[in-house]
């Protein structure tokens, strides 16, 4: 069962367009895995409907047109149906140390990623750059570790696939799991996940060896 969701303010933001590229990424696929948030953000999406097109009086006059307008709206073809779901072809899966995961469709032209690989952990920067934020997804194999870090921003793991555990909370695909400067953690996963992530800024890491990665890590996220 998914625990944690965007909040309402973000599925509203999502439905208005107001959101970075990276983050609407984020909660566009999070949606394909949680019906609930998917039926929130339709229910955003009619009542911003309402708010632009109905006049704020009940006695105001539609603009001229309107109907016409509207009903042209209402009759755009649907999108194009690709060539695999016109031959009942499933979208191509991501393939990664031995484990092949099926991408939500929002992700799935990133298939084919360029891995950088560090021991348990393979990251892929992928081309959303907007406003600041960067997004990656990332791979960690059965019982890998992230050294404990905390953040300069704020960073966002929407679990695709896998399990992780970060303090007593134990995550699953779905999980929208939200981390800022006010957090400290070490998350690991026992059994191999994959992850698509978010970062506004540079991690920074607070214990062992591992700080001495703060120097660079600003090209890690």
């Known amino acids: 069962m998914i625990k944690t969701h965007p909040t ?20 566009s696929a999070h ?6 948030c998917a039926a929130r953000v339709k229910e955003c999406e ?4 309402r708010e632009h097109l109905m006049p704020d009086e009940p006695d105001e006059a539609l603009p001229p047109g309107f109907d016409a307008m509207l009903a042209g709206i209402l009759q755009q073809p649907a999108p194009p149906v690709s ?8 979208a191509p899966e991501l393939r990664v140390a031995g484990q092949s995961y099926r991408l939500p469709r929002v992700l799935a032209r990133h298939h084919d990623p360029r891995w950088r690989h560090l021991g348990a952990i393979r990251q892929h920067s992928l081309p959303l750059d907007e406003m600041g934020a960067r997004a990656s997804l990332l791979h960690i194999e059965a019982g890998g570790r992230i ?3 905390t953040h300069k921003g704020y960073e966002l793991t929407l679990l695709l696939a896998g399990t992780i555990e970060d303090g007593d909370t134990r995550y699953q695909a779905g999980d929208f799991i939200w981390r800022d ?3 400290a953690h070490s998350p690991h996963t026992p059994d191999g996940c994959l ?3 978010v970062q506004n800024a540079p991690v920074q890491f607070t214990k062992g060896l591992s700080r001495l990665l703060n120097g660079i890590s600003h090209r890690l996220y």
């Open 8 to 27: 309402a303010l973000m599925l509203r933001a999502f439905a208005a367009d107001e959101l970075p590229l990276p983050l609407a990424v984020g909660v």
């Open 31 to 36: 949606c394909e895995l949680c019906p609930d």
């Open 46 to 49: 009619e009542e911003l409907a």
């Open 83 to 90: 060539t695999r779901e016109r031959h009942g072809l499933s």
């Open 147 to 149: 050294p404990e870090h």
């Open 181 to 183: 400067a006010s957090h």
């Open 195 to 197: 992850c698509y992530t």
